[in-house]
């Protein structure tokens, strides 16, 4: 089993930047690929971008160009770089990690950014 804590969410203006880690633990060497998701109020849960163990990365277009994912393997973190933050990126943020026989999810952090 993988366990997932996310951090560094908070309340910013637009156009501000903010930086999400998600610290893994647990059977980390079984993790195939990290992802961010986020679920905006009366939203569907969207996906957001990933990570894999070879560091190819994907994004969605609503987020090209502004968000950078990235991992510390010494720190078993993955980042989320957001810069040019906008309203509709509101939303819980969550991080997930999946293998061949889990699909593990973080409990959430809070991203606002105002008008």
């Known amino acids: 089993q993988v366990q997932l804590v996310e951090s560094g969410g908070g309340l910013v203006q637009a156009g501000g930047s903010l930086k999400l880690s998600c610290a893994a633990s647990g059977n980390i060497f079984s993790i195939n690929a990290m992802r961010w998701y986020r679920e905006a109020p009366g939203k569907q849960r969207e996906w957001v971008t990933y990570?894999?163990?070879?560091?190819?990365?994907n994004y969605a277009n609503s987020v090209k160009g502004r968000f950078t994912i990235s991992r510390d393997n010494a720190k078993n973190t993955v980042y989320l770089q957001m810069n040019g933050l906008k309203p509709e990126d509101t939303a819980v943020y969550y991080c997930n990690a999946q293998g061949t026989t889990f699909n593990a999810w973080g409990q959430g952090t809070q991203v606002t950014v105002s008008s």
């Open positions: 990570i894999t163990t070879d560091n190819i990365t």
